[in-house]
Nanobody
Framework: QLQLVESGGGLVQPGGSLRLSCVFSGSPLDRYGIGWLRQAPGKEREGVSCMNRFGDRTYYADSVKGRFAISRDDAENTVYLQMNNLKPEDTAVYYC?????????????????????????RGQGTQVTVSS
């Protein structure tokens, strides 16, 4: 059974950086498209960044373009989200997701997920708080 465990969240000042990690177990990472979602209190879930299975297609929400970078290390079964120049509006719980089905045809589709499909795997989340 696929399990995802996030880490790396915390409290950071505006302009600071964090790197989130998501470790996969139970199934090899290279089967999956992967992504990071976030949800802030009182707001809808937002697809922050996603990457296809082969690692050659990525999607970023407009709100994070140029500041965040998604990457994957299939040998280590780990997915990363490097977050730079953090802003208070980045404060949220960040979730790692994965899917290996044909439901999501592109990285963008996986992040936006207009029909609200369940992902094949989702972590418990890690809190990121950006505050002075």
């Amino acid at each position: 059974q696929l399990q995802l465990v996030e880490s790396g969240g915390g409290l950071v000042q505006p302009g600071g950086s964090l790197r989130l990690s998501c470790v996969f177990s139970g199934s090899p990472l290279d089967r999956y498209g992967i992504g990071w979602l976030r949800q802030a209190p009182g707001k809808e879930r937002e697809g922050v960044s996603c990457m296809n299975r082969f690692g050659d297609r990525t999607y970023y929400a407009d709100s994070v373009k140029g500041r965040f970078a998604i990457s994957r290390d299939d040998a280590e079964n780990t997915v990363y989200l490097q977050m730079n120049n953090l802003k208070p509006e980045d404060t949220a719980v960040y979730y790692c997701v994965a899917d290996d089905t044909p439901l999501f045809t592109t990285a963008q589709h996986m992040c936006i997920n207009p029909r609200g499909h369940e992902y094949g795997g989702r972590g418990q989340g890690t809190q990121v708080t950006v505050s002075s």
